[in-house]
């Protein structure tokens, strides 16, 4: 598959409904997920688009496109629920063919409509009942133990709404990875959060089992967080390299991570350079386009768009040159998002 036809799947998304889909939640959502030539995919659901997803194969006008399909079946954990009984599908999600994804707190202080980022929907998922506010640690205990045994997950994920605390949601976080490191202690498992005020909790993080550590910041230019991220925002770009830094020192070079989001208006060049940097402190920018969504500020009110896909190849060209030439891979990452790459094209650049 070439990169321009990824990034065109990427931002154009397909028509149909493979097995393994889902609809609101936090970060990039409204897709479906296959293997298309041997790698993760997370593509979006457009009915307008046009690609198509026949249940075998990705057409283009009514052509096969060519591409190497692997559909993944519906995982068989979803059948299960808990003795409370609560759906395992409402606590933790299959991502890829691999990934085990979760959202431990799916509120967030950040989401009253002149704070929420724009292109965040985790709250729309918890109020159309396709999940719960709070996972307990044994329950996704109990979930994790299920997903490896049944339906081959080699890695977790773990991300959070931003709680109120100073450590922003991260101690739950350690109580969940204790928790499924108890169960299944061979399987590796990234956290996700903003900047804790004391940086120590991200030690406490690394004690409890966490492998690598995603802490997203989506923009590098103060303008567009304020636009995009007003709530966010208010939490300085210092206060992110430090704990990136600190993030480093705990749990080594190219196992911390962060999004950088294409298509918000920050400037191309600046946004490879600020990507540069990231990656001179250890740090992987996964670089992922702008995903209109339904339920988020940014598609509902602002009527955004995807991004140009030239713009997109462009920087994700320039950005898995810098990751080749310093050795860093998504592919060597413990357990992630750019571990699984499905909402990226940097692996498909061999970054």
């Given amino acids: 598959m070439t990169v321009s036809t990824r990034v065109d799947l990427a931002l154009l998304g397909f028509r149909g409904r493979p097995p393994v889909h889902r609809n609101a939640g936090a970060g990039p959502s409204a897709d479906g997920h296959l293997v298309i030539d041997g790698l993760n995919a997370a593509i979006p659901r457009n009915p307008l688009s046009p690609f198509v997803f026949d249940g075998t194969r990705v057409l283009l006008d009514g052509e096969d496109t060519g591409l190497d399909v692997e559909v993944i079946d519906r995982p068989r954990f979803y059948d299960l629920t808990t003795g409370d009984g609560v759906p395992y599908e409402k606590l933790a999600r299959l991502h890829g063919r691999n990934v085990l994804a979760t959202t431990v707190v799916q509120t967030c202080i950040r989401y009253s409509p002149d704070q929420r980022c724009r292109f965040c929907t985790i709250e729309e998922s918890l109020r159309s009942g396709a999940t719960t506010a709070v996972k307990r640690p044994a329950e996704l205990a109990e979930v994790a133990a299920a997903a490896v045994r049944l339906d081959g997950v080699t890695q977790m994920v773990m991300t959070t709404g931003t709680s109120a605390g100073t450590d922003r949601g991260a101690r739950h976080l350690a ?177």
């Fill in 175 to 351: 109580r969940c990875v204790r928790a499924v490191k108890a169960a299944v202690p061979a399987l590796p498992i990234q956290v996700q959060c903003e900047p804790p005020a004391d940086l120590a909790v991200l030690s406490e993080l690394r004690a409890a089992g966490a492998d690598a550590i995603g802490i997203h910041v989506e923009s590098l230019d103060d303008e567009v967080r304020s636009r995009w991220m007003p709530g966010k925002a208010t939490v300085a770009l210092d206060a992110y390299r430090a704990a990136w830094r600190e993030a480093v020192r705990v749990f080594g070079r190219n196992q911390v991570s962060t999004y950088l989001l294409v298509g918000l208006g920050e400037n191309p060049d600046e946004l490879v350079a600020g990507a540069g940097e990231l990656i001179d402190m250890g740090v992987y920018p996964f670089v992922v386009p702008f995903r209109p969504q339904s339920g988020s500020l940014a598609t509902d009110v602002d009527g955004a768009i995807a991004p140009d896909s030239g713009l997109v190849e462009k920087v994700s060209r320039a950005v898995a040159d810098l990751l080749r030439q310093a050795g860093m891979s998504g592919a060597d990452q413990r357990a992630g998002c750019a571990a699984c790459g499905a909402c990226s094209v940097l692996q498909n650049l061999g970054a």
